[in-house]
């Protein structure tokens, strides 16, 4: 009992920290769960060999047997999945309207979401702030009929950290979906003339797709505006694609 649980505690404790830092049970993984299953299981284990009256030798064979597997299963359980970097995305851009058409909607938006936490802190004049970066920002918000996205990951395990990889691609809703551009500036025709095309919503500027605002509310249009900023395809994550 002891010695299945103090792998499975060990294991599941150490496991998380050394090998996915950032995963949210920690080693709380042995505290909860192996620790005190390893240690049920060795109960059980005892009383069985001594029921069957199985030799010392074999015995002891066998709960080395057990626990390497434990030790293996634990740390297995333990690696990190890949990390979702966000989707390049398959689409043709229906509409093109300048961002201050959107402002009096973001307005009351954020204005609600404030009121429902009346605890927070906005900074100050952040609504002069937001309605001014709009006007004097040269970008336009996008309507998008998308026709496929495709996910890529990054994989964090210790033979593969860093590896990127596609996953399959799918078809989603046939919704239009809204995104903030600035690669053409204010030039609607210009991203009208566009047509279909690859895309890549990030909401970071190092393409992290879910790192919130600094501020909040946020004061940077697409931030205000709740969009996600349509740029290229990087060439690493183009070359996953057919």
Excluded at 7 to 36: K, M, R
Excluded at 230 to 242: A, E, F, S
Aim: glycine residues 12%.
């Amino acid at each position: 009992m002891l010695a299945l649980g103090g792998t499975g505690l060990a294991a599941g404790f150490l496991g998380p920290l050394l090998l996915n830092p950032q995963a949210n049970q920690g080693p709380l993984l042995g505290i909860f769960i192996t620790g005190p299953a390893g240690a049920v299981a060795g109960g059980l284990l005892g009383l069985s060999l001594r029921l069957l009256q199985v030799p010392a030798a074999r015995a002891r064979g066998a709960l080395r047997g057990l626990c390497a597997a434990l030790l293996l299963g634990t740390l297995w359980l333990c690696l990190p999945e890949p990390k979702l970097l966000g989707y390049v995305i398959e689409a043709e851009v229906t509409d093109c309207a300048g961002p201050e058409s959107a402002g009096s909607a973001a307005l009351e938006r954020w204005r609600a979401a404030l009121a429902r936490t009346p605890w927070a802190r906005p900074p100050a004049h952040w609504e002069a702030q937001a309605l001014r970066n709009l006007a004097e920002d040269a970008g336009a918000v996008l309507t998008l009929h998308v026709q496929r996205r495709s996910p890529v990951y990054q994989h964090r395990r210790p033979w593969d950290r860093g590896a990127l990889s596609a996953g399959p691609s799918t078809v989603p809703p046939d919704a239009p979906q809204q995104y903030y551009a600035r690669a053409h500036g204010a030039d609607c025709a210009a991203y009208l003339k566009e047509g279909a095309g690859r895309y890549w919503p990030f909401s970071d500027p190092q393409g992290d797709p879910e790192k919130p605002s600094a501020v909040w509310p946020p004061t940077d249009p697409p931030g205000f505006l709740s969009l996600q900023q349509l740029g290229p395809v990087p060439v690493q994550y183009g070359r996953l694609l057919p």
